[in-house]
């Protein structure tokens, strides 16, 4: 079972940027994409971004695209969202999953524990 820690969430104003963390314990994630979500107050969950392990290849929501830069680190288990020039309707809490690849986004599991974004306008 893999557990993921989210990290690096706190409130910035409008314009400013964050660096989430999702770091995993896992022996490997090699066949695993990591995704990260986010849900506002009163809304679902929705994918921003995701990435796959070994080949690095990205998708990103259009809301995000240009703004948002999902990255790993394979040494360290870890994976990151770079998030520039923050918006007042980004803030959420953020959530960190995994899913293997190859199966839909309603497999994506093993959540965290979520962290706080918040954007001040």
């Known amino acids: 079972q893999v557990q993921l820690v989210e990290s690096g969430g706190g409130s910035v104003q409008a314009g400013g940027s964050l660096r989430l963390s999702c770091a995993a314990s896992?022996?490997?994630?090699?066949?695993?994409?990591l995704g990260w979500f986010r849900q506002a107050p009163g809304k679902e969950r929705d994918l921003v971004a995701q990435i796959t392990w070994s080949e690095g290849l990205t998708y990103y929501d259009d809301s995000v695209k240009g703004r948002f830069t999902i990255s790993r680190n394979n040494a360290k288990k870890t994976a990151y969202l770079q998030m520039n020039s923050l918006k007042p309707e980004d803030a959420a809490v953020y959530y960190c999953?995994?899913?293997?690849?190859?199966?839909?986004?309603?497999?994506?599991?093993?959540w965290g524990q979520g962290t706080q974004v918040t954007v001040s306008s």
């Open positions: 896992a022996r490997t994630l090699t066949n695993y994409v």
């Open positions: 999953a995994i899913k293997l690849r190859g199966g839909a986004r309603s497999d994506f599991g093993s």
